[in-house]
């Protein structure tokens, strides 16, 4: 799947151009109860491809002090992890020098820039726009982020840049376990304590996920690719951009696997960029466990595990029905846990159900507690059924869909889990007519 980042100067209107790519698909596709909708990062399709949309713009330092070296590091960041870079300006004000800047950096690039000029809204603007071909940097695409007007050609022109997809390197059916989190939580640890001396057992293989180490594991009864994101070059100082750093750097692994394995810090608890990673996770329907490491460095009384445990649940709801475990990668402990927890879940991912077997366990529940009926009408739920998708996706037919609320969609899924063991993977649950 592609990787498009759009950069430039503020208010060039870098986030209505990523709302209007990423919102309407995201408005119809994105019914996953509770998946709190990132700013900065989204999903668009045009011509049946796929491309992955980062707005750099929401990781700025506010605009009265916006540095040039804060943009300049983004750019370069853009530059490394995206296929393709949409570079925007805005027609009114004309070049700056702080675009004169970023087109200096991008003309030296290799990756594809797509030089757009936005809030073109009439044709006289149209001529104003001639002026950007001095960036060298080919021919400019106008459009109005806001109306709509021009994003059809920018599409057109965006597939057209996209490398070709390269076919799975790894077709050996084997899952993909990939460890994320933060920058120093302890992921190269944990990936070194898992190979151990043993790595003769291990055969590696030429990485799908660029600049990720992908490991074959294969000891103890498992089987299956290990994908270490924290074997990445490390970029200068990137404390400031600390969160966009990691969500650039998370996205492609997450997409490329089965299961994540999301590490955080116990001595600093959960952070916005913890539940960051987990929302792209949950996105893009992957399985997941949590794993809680330096568990050694927390002083202990009686309940401190069974409290930090509620606390991480909370903050993850509605889905909080992911593994969490305690370990300590110094000493060992309970490391083999994490990957047994992870192909438990690889499985779970996978499970099936018959339409027989949810239907005689669902519907008597559903007739005891009806969803409620709204303006007078009375919703009746005929039969569901689990569909074909490599995720658990389940359909329910209903004579009054547009009438059930979020509510009950997740009474559903909490029954469902009650009875059939989906820990760590996100449900989806879709209302259609019968």
Not at 199 to 225: C, E, M, Q, S, W
Not at 277 to 285: A, Q
Not at 330 to 350: C, G, M, S
Not at 376 to 395: D, E, M, N, W
Request: charged share 25%.
């Amino acid at each position: 799947m592609g990787l498009i980042a759009i950069v430039g100067r503020p208010n060039v209107g870098k986030s209505t151009l990523f709302n209007r790519l990423v919102g309407m698909r995201q408005a119809i596709v994105d019914h996953t109860a509770g998946t709190t909708r990132d700013r900065h990062y989204g999903k668009t399709d045009w011509n049946g491809r796929e491309f992955s949309v980062i707005d750099t713009g929401g990781y700025t330092v506010n605009s009265d002090d916006v540095f040039e070296e804060e943009i300049r590091k983004q750019v370069m960041l853009a530059i490394d992890e995206a296929d393709v870079i949409l570079f925007m300006v805005e027609v009114s004000t004309g070049i700056t020098d702080l675009d004169m800047m970023m087109a200096d950096i991008l003309r030296r690039t290799d990756k594809k820039v797509i030089l757009v000029v936005n809030k073109v809204d009439n044709n006289d603007q149209l001529y104003g726009s001639t002026e950007f071909y001095s960036f060298g940097l080919g021919d400019p695409i106008s459009i109005s982020a806001v109306s709509g007007i021009g994003t059809g050609d920018l599409m057109d022109a965006i597939e057209k840049a996209m490398p070709e997809e390269k076919k799975e390197d790894l077709e050996d059916g084997l899952p993909r376990i990939t460890i994320v989190g933060r920058p120093n939580v302890g992921k190269s640890s944990l990936t070194n304590a898992l190979l151990g001396t043993e790595r003769n057992i291990v055969t590696p293989v030429a990485g799908t996920t660029r600049d990720a180490i992908d490991t074959r594991y294969n000891k103890f009864g498992l089987d299956f690719h290990l994908i270490d994101t924290a074997g990445l070059r490390k970029k200068g100082k990137v404390t400031e951009n600390l969160e966009f750093y990691s969500v650039m750097r998370s996205i492609r692994a997450i997409e490329n696997s089965d299961v994540c394995i999301l590490m955080l810090d116990a001595s600093q608890g959960v952070e916005s960029q913890d539940m960051n990673i987990f929302s792209l996770i949950v996105r893009n329907k992957k399985g997941c466990v949590i794993v809680v490491n330096k568990w050694d460095l927390i002083e202990k009384e009686t309940n401190t595990m069974k409290q930090f445990e509620e606390h991480i649940r909370s903050k993850l709801a509605p889905f909080n029905d992911v593994p969490i475990i305690f370990t300590s990668v110094p000493n060992k402990q309970r490391i083999l846990d994490v990957l047994q927890t992870a192909v438990e879940v690889y499985h779970a991912r996978k499970r099936r159900i018959s339409t027989s077997e949810l239907n005689d366990y669902i519907l008597p529940i559903i007739e005891q507690t009806p969803p409620p009926s709204i303006k007078g009408k009375y919703i009746r739920i005929k039969y569901s059924q689990q569909l074909h998708s490599p995720t658990p996706v389940f359909a329910f037919f209903v004579n009054h869909p547009q009438y059930l609320r979020d509510n009950y969609r997740r009474f559903l899924e909490n029954k469902i889990r009650e009875r059939w063991d989906f820990r760590g993977v996100p449900i989806q649950i879709y209302f259609r007519n019968k």
